[in-house]
Each structure stands twice: as structure tokens, then as C-alpha cells.
């Protein structure tokens, strides 16, 4: 159960784009389509913005979309707003129906 | 709408046992998986288990395994957190959240902290 690496801060400007990336291995992140994204503000708890790979639960704003290459996952904001800085952490379903959680990502919007 | 609220959390000595509690609201809790997963202080996010919909199948991380017991009673709309033998390192914010089922906690609760110092 090794953790996801993510790479621990990444920023933009308002209203560009970034990428926050996600590598696991062909266990978990590459091994099925259970990836998911998570935001969380200072204090807050989590709350789920990306589901199996690119899926956006009710109310998630279309800025934020996922995708999959092999054993790395990715999020992209785009049209970056103020509110969008906050940590951003992957999971993914790994062997014997266990879950990883990457170690997260400090978004900083310039 | 959704509502889980953590309680139990305090501070206990090394080696002592503490049981936490989920209870559920706005939902039909008896369809859910439900995940416990933690955070420690300034740190990221770590998953600790899970339990199936009828709380036939429990899975674990394996650093709480054979020390926490994840169980839930429909009855009440609770889930729980078994968690003996408590380590220093077991310290964090422990949060509940409804499962899209095994693979995701999808909605959490507001977390409860363990303190775990002697």
C-alpha cells in the first residue's frame, strides 16, 4: 500500500490552466478506472470533485476534468478562480480491496 | 441531505483503546459503504477501511490491521471505529465517509480528532 505520488505544489494565474499529476502503478492507479480527486480547503474536510477517472459528482464545476494514461492520473483546472486554491489529493482502488491516497498537492493561484 | 457527524475522539495514553462513531442522516444508510480515513496533523490523507453496504466484507489498511475493527449497525445509522492498542502515530483527524461503494469515499464528515500521547 505505497502512497500515489503527486508532486506537492503546482500554480497558476486566474483564468489559466493547470495540471496536477498522479502516478501509481499497474496495481492501482493503471490496474482499473477507480481513480478519484479530492480538494480540500485549510480546515475543511475533503470533498470529492473527480470519480472513476473522469467523472464529476452533481454540482462540481465542468473547470475541473480527469483523465488516465497508464499509471498516471491527472487533473486539470482550467479558467483557474481564487477559490480553487486549496490541496488537492488522488486516490485510487488498489490490491485486496484496499485505497491509496496520493500525498497531495498545494494549488497556489497567483 | 447528507449528514455524517464523528464523535468519540480525545486524547488517550499508548497501548489504550478508543471507539469512534459515525451517525448518518439524510440517506438510506443501509445501501452505502462507509470508509473511515484519517489525517494527521499537516499531513496528507491516509485511508483506514472499509465496510460493505451489509457489513459483510471489512477491509483494512496495514498499519491499523489487527488493531482496528471497523463495524456498523443499520438499526442505529452508525458506523464505528474500533481502535485498540493505539500508537502515537495513530494521532490524527479521523473522518467518515459514505462509499461510492468499495472504491470511494465520496462524502465525508467533518472529522473527529484522536490524540494518542502519554
Known amino acids: 500500500q505505497s502512497a500515489l505520488t503527486q508532486p506537492p505544489s503546482a500554480s497558476g494565474s486566474p483564468g489559466q490552466s493547470v495540471t496536477i499529476s498522479c502516478t501509481g502503478t499497474?496495481?492501482?492507479?493503471?490496474?482499473?478506472?477507480?481513480v478519484s480527486w479530492y480538494q480540500q480547503h485549510p480546515g475543511k474536510a475533503p470533498k470529492l470533485m473527480i470519480y472513476?477517472?473522469?467523472k464529476r459528482p452533481s454540482g462540481v464545476p465542468d473547470r475541473f476534468s480527469g483523465s488516465k494514461s497508464g499509471n498516471t492520473a491527472s487533473l486539470t483546472v482550467s479558467g483557474l478562480q481564487a477559490e480553487d486554491e486549496a490541496d488537492y489529493y488522488c486516490?485510487?482502488?488498489?490490491?485486496?480491496?484496499?485505497?491509496?491516497f496520493g500525498g497531495g498537492t498545494k494549488l497556489t493561484v497567483l | 441531505q447528507v449528514q455524517l457527524v464523528e464523535s468519540g475522539g480525545g486524547v488517550v495514553q499508548p497501548g489504550r483503546s478508543l471507539r469512534l462513531s459515525c451517525a448518518a442522516s439524510?440517506?438510506?444508510?443501509?445501501?452505502?459503504?462507509m470508509h473511515w480515513v484519517r489525517q494527521a496533523p499537516g499531513k496528507g490523507l491516509e485511508w483506514v477501511a472499509v465496510?460493505?453496504?451489509?457489513?459483510?466484507?471489512?477491509y483494512y489498511a496495514d498499519s491499523v490491521r489487527g488493531r482496528f475493527t471497523i463495524s456498523r449497525d443499520s438499526s442505529k445509522n452508525t458506523l464505528y471505529l474500533q481502535m485498540n492498542s493505539l500508537r502515537v502515530e495513530d494521532t490524527a483527524v479521523y473522518y467518515c465517509?459514505?462509499?461510492?461503494?468499495?472504491?470511494?469515499?465520496?462524502?465525508w464528515g467533518q472529522g473527529t480528532l484522536v490524540t494518542v500521547s502519554s
Open positions: 465517509a459514505r462509499g461510492r461503494g468499495l472504491s470511494t469515499p465520496a462524502y
Open positions: 439524510g440517506f438510506t444508510f443501509s445501501t452505502y459503504a
Open positions: 465496510i460493505s453496504y451489509d457489513g459483510s466484507n471489512k
Open positions: 499497474s496495481s492501482d492507479v493503471g490496474g482499473d478506472n477507480y
Open positions: 472513476e477517472v473522469t
Open positions: 486516490s485510487s482502488f488498489a490490491g485486496s480491496n484496499t485505497v491509496v
